[in-house]
């Protein structure tokens, strides 16, 4: 037992915050005092000057545009970004680097490896994912967005919603269907996808929060070069839900951090207010704080996994449930802290639209209330609470699944 | 970077749950819920002398093999799974003061690491806490040692105990001593106790013959640490007890049919089982943690020791109330051990300070 980062890896970090002190002025206070409007581009920006100094995808292999570095590193990096006011990424990130790339890694061909990986590193190429539908969503593999393969290349048609970032893409990777007479999990296909052309339309969804950061995807004879197959042909349910267990090692740890910092500014708004007295509210704060450490522990445990080479494979599950859940309890609490003041919206409202704003965000109302109605989304999107909660009650407890109503077939 | 037991101390864990399933299990279990609580003296010398536990973390010199207190917690969480009835957390939570006691101490902690002889801490005056003891309990030198006055309330296994490791105030404050269970002026009350393998007392103190431990220079600092401990140690049971009864739950789910299908493939009952489980891991992620950092005298450690503790009662009272709930009618009778969790689950919260008043620990202590 030993949850610190080696000497190795601390000695990198020290390296890194140098840099990062350098790119930003002496008085920096972090990227959430910047508005609204300027957050994309400013975090764009980070993100080149990252990119430059190769601090963007360390731990993929060299020959892919990584440096091979252990999962460590990564999160050695997040933390440092977070403590020194800066984002982690771009929005498309999530899919491009953490969802695609890794499952490109896993199974992709040396071709594609070659061709998509570096231009996701280099932000090139922003990344969408497709999976859910309108008739789709805990039940993926019922998909119905079919493709067929015609001269070399697939004809998709179909739809996919909640999209997030859809609009900003240059490509998707979507599950699509592609025979249609197999059992529903045997039928399906990952495909990659250029967004820019005549058979794909996005339109924007406008949500709870009032703005719009994802989309339905229309595919109306869309098209993408059979070369573009990730894994086998119908081999699609095994590699999309690898890529959604995919997560890798130490995810939790780096989100536990961007927590961590939004915990502070939730403490600042009760001092403001004069509410770090109550009792109630001092409590809930360190219910609060104890699951962030927890959160960061169960990331180190992943993380040390990882680095032995093992999967963490349900215990994914598990993160995505924990903190989606508690960041709804967060949320709640900084409402009853406001008070009466939830009745009305002021001040900037948040750059990130799921999960914590960005670090040294000022504590607005307009702030705590959008990240408030938004946290409903992440107890829903990527698996619900109730499928995760199935999926370790199932994987871990080894409890039975439930008998299925439906046929076994797709359609 | 390293959040896992080493080879050794997952050995520790496995020989020793191997050995309680042997030893003790649910055969102990239904003993006490049929006869009430006795110790199990062949047990308890096996425990100490063939597996070395009580003396784990202390010195070779007394016949421990100074192993860390992480070792120590894991122990602990395979006794709380067993829902082993006997006074080791009481034990080992004295020789964390005894420790101190000098060159003078050597032989008491011999006995201890041998189990030939029983301690506990008698900590709180009435209306004290462990933490904040109060200032009920004085001593006052005599020519030959110390002698005790006051009332020592919520004492663990106080009718077990053949030596008590006592917070008293000397006129220039508290300090540490030790009185014998069959001194002069020392008797014992006992109390009904809601944890039915861990008995409760008061602890009478008449002019009781005490030799100094721990003087008031030291004693204060020696008291924070054996709460820090306390905390994680109880947090450690706890958390073999949660898992415990999680467990024992999803074994009746499979098991129970209804409506044509076992129990556990409703998703109800899953859902319940699998909310458990995140209160179990994350009370365990923080325990662990803790543990190690009473090992390396980390500075969070105070802190991550509350948050153990609150963490781990919550989880216990969870798995151990939805255990009834899934168990039905049989959960709820005398003769199913799903209660002896229950009430384990909610008497250790209690001690060492509740959940609510760790959690103003840790906001006092982060400075909120």
């Known amino acids: ?180 007479d197999a059992a ?68 939790a740890a780096v989100l536990a951090i961007r927590f961590a910092e939004e915990l502070d500014r939730l403490e600042e708004l009760a001092r403001e207010r004069g509410r770090h007295h109550e009792q109630d509210i001092r409590r809930r704060i360190a219910w609060c704080r104890s699951r962030v450490f927890a959160m960061r522990l169960m990331g180190y445990r992943a993380l040390t996994r990882t680095l032995s080479g093992e999967g963490i494979g349900p215990e994914g599950a598990m993160n995505k449930l924990f903190w989606s859940e508690y960041h709804r309890v967060l949320t709640e609490l900084s409402m009853d802290i406001l008070g009466e003041d939830v009745l009305t919206l002021r001040g900037r409202r948040p750059a990130i639209p799921d999960g914590p704003d960005a670090p040294g965000a000022p504590t607005d109302s307009a702030g705590w209330i959008t990240t408030f109605l938004n946290a409903r989304s992440s107890t829903i999107f990527a698996g619900t609470s109730q499928v995760q909660r199935n999926l370790l009650a199932e994987k871990i407890l080894g409890m039975p699944r439930e008998p299925r109503a439906e046929s076994s077939r797709g359609r | 970077m390293q959040f896992s037991f080493s080879r050794e101390q997952e050995d520790l864990r496995s020989s020793l749950r191997d ?19 006795a110790l199990d003296r062949g047990l308890w010398d096996s425990m100490a002398q063939q597996l070395g536990l ?31 009835a006997g006074p080791y957390f009481s034990t080992v939570a004295a020789s964390w003061v005894l420790q101190h006691a000098g060159e003078d101490g050597a032989t008491t902690l011999e006995q201890l690491a041998s189990g030939s002889r029983i301690f506990t801490l008698a900590i709180a005056d009435e209306g004290g806490t462990w933490a904040r003891p109060g200032h009920r309990t004085t001593a006052f030198e005599v020519a030959d040692g110390h002698r005790l006055a006051g009332l020592k309330v919520n004492v663990t296994d106080a009718d077990t105990a053949d030596e008590f490791v006592v917070v008293a105030d000397l006129p220039d404050g508290p300090a540490w001593f030790r009185v014998a269970a069959d001194a002069p002026g020392v008797s014992v009350v006992m109390g009904e106790s809601l944890d039915l393998t861990r008995p409760i007392g008061q602890l009478v103190l008449q002019d009781a013959p005490a030799i100094l431990v721990v003087g008031p ?29 999680l467990r024992q739950a ?28 995140v209160e179990v891991e994350t009370a365990r992620v923080l325990t662990q943690y803790a543990a190690w950092a009473i090992d390396e005298r980390t500075p969070d450690r105070s802190v991550v020791a509350s948050m153990a503790k609150q963490a781990a009662s919550d989880a216990f009272s969870l798995a151990a109330g939805n255990n009834i709930q899934i168990h039905g009618g049989i959960g709820f009778t005398w003769e199913h051990s799903a209660h002896l969790y229950f009430r384990k689950a909610k008497a250790t919260s209690a001690l060492f300070g509740t959940a609510p008043q760790h959690r103003d620990r840790i906001a006092d202590l982060l400075a909120v």
């Open chain 2, 250 to 277: 999803v074994a009746w789910s499979l098991e129970r049919t209804q409506f044509g299908r076992p129990i556990g493939s409703f998703q109800a009952i899953k859902h319940m089982s699998a909310d458990a489980l």
């Open chain 1, 1 to 180: 037992m030993n949850p610190t980062f080696s000497a190795d890896v601390q000695a990198f970090q020290k390296e890194f915050a140098t840099f990062l002190r350098e790119l930003v002025p002496a008085d920096w206070a972090g990227a959430g005092t910047l508005p609204r409007e300027e957050y994309d581009a400013f975090a764009e920006k980070i993100r080149g000057q990252l990119y430059e100094r190769g601090y963007i995808g360390v731990s993929w292999p060299q020959e892919y545009g990584g440096r091979g570095l252990s999962a460590e590193y990564q999160v050695a990096i997040a933390e440092e970004l977070t403590r020194q006011g800066l984002p982690q990424g771009i929005a498309s990130d999530v899919f491009g680097i953490q969802m695609f790339g890794s499952t490109l890694l896993a199974f992709g061909t040396e071709e594609q490896k070659q061709r998509f990986l570096p231009r996701i590193l280099s932000g090139e190429d922003k990344w969408c994912q497709g999976y859910s539908e309108p008739q789709s969503g805990s039940d993926l593999a019922s998909a119905s967005t079919t493709a067929v393969l015609e001269d070399g290349m697939w004809r998709i048609n179909g739809q996919k919603i909640w999209t997030s970032t859809a609009h900003l893409a240059d490509w998707i990777f979507v599950l699509v269907r592609t025979d249609p």
């Open chain 2, 54 to 84: 009580l003396g784990l973390a202390l010195p070779e010199s007394v016949g421990g093999s100074e192993a860390g207190f992480l070792e120590t917690s894991i122990v602990l969480e395979e006794l709380g799974r067993d829902a082993y």
């Open chain 2, 19 to 37: 050995f309680l399933s042997r030893r003790s299990g649910s055969e102990a279990r239904n003993r006490v819920l049929k006869s009430g609580y």
């Open chain 1, 184 to 251: 529903k999990h045997r039928g399906l296909t990952l495909l990659a996808c250029p967004m820019d052309q005549p058979g794909i339309e996005v339109r924007q969804i406008q949500q709870i929060s009032g703005e719009a950061d994802f989309n339905e995807v229309f595919f109306t004879d869309a098209m993408t070069p059979e070369e573009n197959t990730i894994g086998s042909v119908s081999d699609g349910w095994r590699v999309a839900t690898a890529l959604l267990e995919h997560e890798r090692g130490g995810a």
């Open chain 2, 217 to 245: 220079a030291a004693a204060g600092e020696i008291l924070a640490d054996v709460n820090d401990k306390a905390a994680v140690a109880l947090s450690a049971e706890m958390v073999g007890g949660a898992d415990a009864a």
